[in-house]
Structure formats: structure tokens, C-alpha cells
């Protein structure tokens, strides 16, 4: 049997968030639990490993359900689960994590579930008797479960918000085709698209937990996100049309390295610039800069994105691939005459567009 790879703190918090949606078993058993005024704590993870810093209870082997849940949360110990909490193990079980470990709670049942779950690794939801509360505790990761309608409202509100920056992208990115197309692009306009790109993205991640905790009742919601995101895609294409090709560099590194900056960092376009391989100082860069050609081609429809990059890779710019011949497009592998009709149209037609939205 192939051994699991390792789950990133990442990807093992957006698990939980999916297993305690609406919608989930999880999700009705923490509902009775709350409704009847108790308090619990529920420990999903490796068996082993749980094992080891817990002990006593009741020793099981149940398939969970939220009825049996909510009957063995009455006793005063934790519930032991598997990682996608489909079988419970042990009940009534007492926690017994190390001490050094770091805790922000003031509450017994909370700080033993924050150790705990920073120690072995896993997942502890701990709900609150007094508070009426569920708070999510995954790795190192603290975060506050809510109520389905408050969320709904918090993430149409954040969609809002992040509509009106997605549209400061769309116009930015628009100003640089514009540019593009009269080969009059400079370094600032390109760092510009990559910094409101980023913060677009950077309002998608604090979106995404909001979407996943919601389960079934977030699909309105993310089929919104969905739509809004369009331009990003595009966006990403920026770094591919500018980066300075290095040993070892390749464009998705770049967007890593970019995601990396702080907020402040974000804000000088100087930090972009370096990313992309050029100098901190935008004016030490050359006055004009050639794009490659990506993100236009890709704006062309029905066109492959193998042929894309054979366009690029044999004639090697957006305005050499613009200035070609019909006979010197068809050179290029997979481009026939009616594909270098498409391109020149396609070409021709965008110019045309972006001239009369300019006047």
C-alpha cells in the first residue's frame, strides 16, 4: 500500500473546514451538541499519535454518526476520531499534551486543545458551554467557527470589496495592452499590474475559508468568486510576458516570491521589479520594454496554448508576432493558413477595440 504523502498545515486546515461545513455529519453533530447547552472536544488525526498523549475513556470502534457524538459528548473527556472523522476510537478520553507548548486560551478545555493539537499535529474542535462557541484548532492554525448567516454576510461583503479592486485590475490591465500595442511599455506599468493583481489574490485567500466553511450553503458564493476571478488568470500572465529568464527562475517561482512580500513591501513596485529580475530602481530599467506575447494570444479565442508558445519560441514578441506575414506565421508549428487568418484577424480586431476604447 502506497504511504499518504504528508499533509501541509494548508491543506489540512482546508480538510477541516470542508468536514465541518453545513451539510457534513460533523456539521449536524455540532449543531445538537451547541443546541443542548454542552461543551465537548472532538480529536480528529492519526490514531497512534493521539493515542499516545491521551488516555483512559472508553475504547471504541463505531462508525461515526452525529446521534452517537452527541450522546458521548455528555461524558467530560474528549471524543478521538480518524482524520476524516468517519470512525470514533475512544470517548470519555482524557488529553495529556506537554506543557510547552504555546496557548493564547485562558479556559482548561481550550488550552489543552490547542497543546494538543499542535503537538500531535491534527485537528480539535472545542465547543464552549458558556460561549455557545466553536473554535477550530489544526496544527498551529487558531480559528474561530461561525454561524452559516453570519458568514453569508461576511463573504458577500468581501465579495464586494473584492469586485471593486478585481475592477482596478481589469482597467489597469487594460491601460497596459494599450501600452502593448503602441510598444511604449515601461517597468512601471508592469509592476503596477502585478501589485493589484496581487491584492486581488490576496482578498481571494480571506474569501476561500469563508466559501469552505459554508459547505453546501457557499455555492452561491463561490460560483461568484468564481466569475469575479476571471481577470487574475490574465494577470498571471504579465509575469510570463516580462520576467528575465535566469537559471533556475521560472515564472511560478516568481509569483511565489511576489505572494511572499509583506503588505508594505507590496506597496513598492521597486520590490516587484526585483522579482521579475531587474533593478529595485524602476528608472535604472530601460526605457521601453518588449512583451513576449502571452497574455494577448491567450485573449485570442480558440487558441491552443501549445501553439501559443510555438509563436512565441519562433518569432519571439508580441510585435513581431503582430508585424508577420500570412507566410511567416504558417512557418510556425501547427499554424495553417486559416489559423494565420485567425491570429492576424484576432490581432487586428483587438487593436481596433483597444483604440476606440482610448479615444
Known sequence: MPKRKKRTEAEAFREA???VAPGTKTHEALAA??????GA???FGDLARLSRLSEGGVKLDADMTPQLVYELSKMDGAIILNEDGTRIHYANRFLKPAEHYPTIETGTRHRAAQRFANQTKSVVLALSQRRSSVTLYCHTKRYALESPQTLVNKGTQMLQTL???????????NELTLRELGDIVTIFDVCRVLQRAEMVNRIRLEVDPIIL???TEGRLLQLQLQ?????LK?????????YKERQGVAPDIIHERIAALTQEELMNLGNISQQLGYGPNLRSVDSYMTPRGYRILHSINRLPPQLIDNLVEKLGSLHAIMKATREQLVEVEGVGDVMAERIRGGLSLLTSQMAASGN
Open 213 to 215: 466553511e459554508l459547505g
Open 234 to 242: 490574465e494577470a498571471r500572465m504579465v509575469v510570463r510576458d516580462y
Open 227 to 231: 466569475e469575479t476571478l476571471i481577470p
Open 41 to 43: 472536544l472532538l480529536c
Open 33 to 38: 451538541i451547541l443546541q443542548s447547552r454542552m
Open 17 to 19: 473546514l470542508l468536514m
Open 163 to 173: 469586485d471593486k479592486y478585481v475592477e482596478t485590475l481589469r482597467k489597469t490591465m
